[in-house]
């Protein structure tokens, strides 16, 4: 099981028409483009996915229509959380777990739970769910931080198995890594530290930026996890610029400003959340002409040197 959600994950966007429906033939590009880009699982209604504004018939549409819909047969990791356990637990065995391989469970909201509030949470969770559990650490959404030591403690319940971590915290994860038991997965949640985090054990990124550019983030994991770390960095770098702008106006606002000039679905966000501003828009609009000049570049230096 932990083996095939190592890799490359993509945190779904779900693509809204002009008239705030779910656009499902937008979303139908998104799973093409993603699968065929190589990422190696998906993520559906997670943070990414505007999860809060969907109503429980718009979840479980998404979820039908991504497992009908995934062209190479990926791994799904389904977001499933809360800030009330009971209500958590209890959506359970309405939801359709088949072709599921995991949840992704973000760190309960606005109640802040103690430590030991936290393990009581997933234990709960962990014990009743027919999937296995990756817990979401995300502080600076949830208000709560995960500690190194309490993921460790619920790494020994036999139905968790790993953390997207997006709590910026290296020290944190290295603890987690040095520590969890063989297999736990440690993911990280925020792709500017990807590259940090493999090179403390970490097994992947769930990404965002890959709604986008899954070529490009899923080369350079998966480059790294096989030992070819030579152009790691380089080839990360290319991509820093963009990372910094997908997150300027909120997520997912930027990357889905970034599909949309890509052709692959419209920029419509649900309120709270407004569309990119003009200025942004061209931010993101020279940035990937670069992103494209790059790849122009690095596809003639490897004809060249195939042929030397």
Known sequence: MNERLKGTGVALVTPFGNDGRIDFD???????????????????LGTTAETPTLSKVERADILKYVKSNNPKNLPIILGKGSNCTAELIDSLPDTDFDGIDA????VPYYNRPTQQGLIAHFSALADKSPVPIIL???????????????????????NIIGIKEASGNLEQCAIIASQAPTGFLLISG???????????????????????????????????????????????????????????????????EAMRQLGICPNSVRLPL???????????????????????????TFMLKKFL
């Open 26 to 44: 937008a979303l139908e590009r998104v799973l093409e483009h993603v699968s065929t880009g190589g990422v190696d699982y998906l993520v559906p």
């Open 103 to 106: 949840i992704l469970s973000v």
């Open 136 to 158: 979401y650490n995300v502080p600076s959404r949830t208000a709560s931080n995960l500690e190194a030591a309490t993921t460790i403690s619920l790494a020994a319940h036999p």
């Open 190 to 256: 925020d792709d500017m530290i990807t590259l940090p985090l493999l090179s403390l054990g970490g097994a992947g990124v769930i990404s965002v930026i890959a709604n986008a550019f899954p070529r490009q983030i899923s080369e350079i994991v998966s480059e790294y996890l096989s030992g070819k770390t030579n152009e790691t960095a380089r080839h990360f770098h290319q991509l820093v610029k963009m990372i910094q702008l997908i997150f300027l106006e909120g997520s997912p606002v930027g990357v889905k």
């Open 274 to 300: 407004v569309s990119s501003s003009e200025s942004l828009a061209t931010r993101i609009r020279e940035e990937i002409e670069k992103i494209r000049q790059i790849k122009k570049v690095d596809k003639t």
